[in-house]
T-cell receptor, first 115, second 113 residues
Framework: AQSVTQLGSHVSVSEGALVLLRCNYS??????LFWYVQYPNQGLQLLLK??????LVKGINGFEAEFKKSETSFHLTKPSAHMSDAAEYFC?????????????FGGGTRVLVKP | DTGVSQDPRHKITKRGQNVTFRCDPI?????LYWYRQTLGQGPEFLTY????????KSRLLSDRFSAERPKGSFSTLEIQRTEQGDSAMYLC???????????FGSGTRLTVV
């Protein structure tokens, strides 16, 4: 069974500083990879995804993530944090060979942005 | 049609009561998913439909839970004899075929007292 690990349940950054959220997956075949953001009492919004091709993926709101097969990682970064980035972030995977479209999520990382 | 709609947004119920939630997906999306998210956790898969057919169910979906999508459009999730452990956010999402990526609704937050 595949799993997703997000290191750090809480991250605190200063406004303007780098945001780095870590995600590692475990599966024998690299899956499809996703990052979602969730604001309080809201559903999840897709930030970016990796399916194939270029391993550096750019998403919305200035976020990007890099797929590193050798490290089984898909870390999310943003060069300069904004107050509006305060939210919870979830990494998710989907098996490439699966007939369904089921996502497996990590436990989430809550980001606090300090002024 | 601007997104996935879920109703109600919040539900408080007494233990032992039955509750039903509704999800209206994006109209052209043929796949519909239900997830459950407890406080401080990531969403967990419950079940999914392709059109009106329920194709996969998680072991999390006990016999007190039932989901339907009778005409391949909206879906309902019913929980019978609710327990305090059912308190969670229930998220619905939809997608077009095997397309990679979902659109999530805002969820229904259930509190069982």
């Amino acid at each position: 069974a595949q799993s997703v690990t997000q290191l750090g349940s809480h991250v605190s950054v200063s406004e303007g500083a780098l945001v780095l959220l870590r995600c590692n997956y475990s599966s024998s075949v690299p899956p499809y990879l996703f990052w979602y953001v969730q604001y309080p009492n809201q559903g999840l919004q897709l930030l970016l995804k990796y399916t194939t091709g270029a391993t550096l993926v750019k998403g919305i709101n200035g976020f990007e993530a890099e797929f590193k097969k050798s490290e089984t990682s898909f870390h999310l970064t943003k060069p300069s944090a904004h107050m509006s980035d305060a939210a919870e972030y979830f990494c998710a995977v989907r098996r490439r060979e699966a007939a369904g479209n089921k996502l497996t999520f990590g436990g989430g990382t809550r980001v606090l942005v300090k002024p | 049609d601007t997104g996935v709609s879920q109703d109600p947004r919040h539900k408080i119920t007494k233990r032992g009561q039955n509750v039903t939630f509704r999800c209206d997906p994006i109209s052209e999306h043929n796949r519909l998913y239900w997830y459950r998210q407890t406080l401080g956790q990531g969403p967990e898969f419950l079940t999914y439909f392709q059109n009106e057919a329920q194709l996969e169910k998680s072991r999390l979906l006990s016999d007190r839970f039932s989901a339907e999508r009778p005409k391949g459009s909206f879906s309902t999730l019913e929980i019978q004899r609710t327990e305090q452990g059912d308190s969670a956010m229930y998220l619905c999402a939809s997608s077009l075929g095997q397309g990679v990526g979902y659109t999530f609704g805002s969820g229904t937050r259930l509190t069982v007292v």
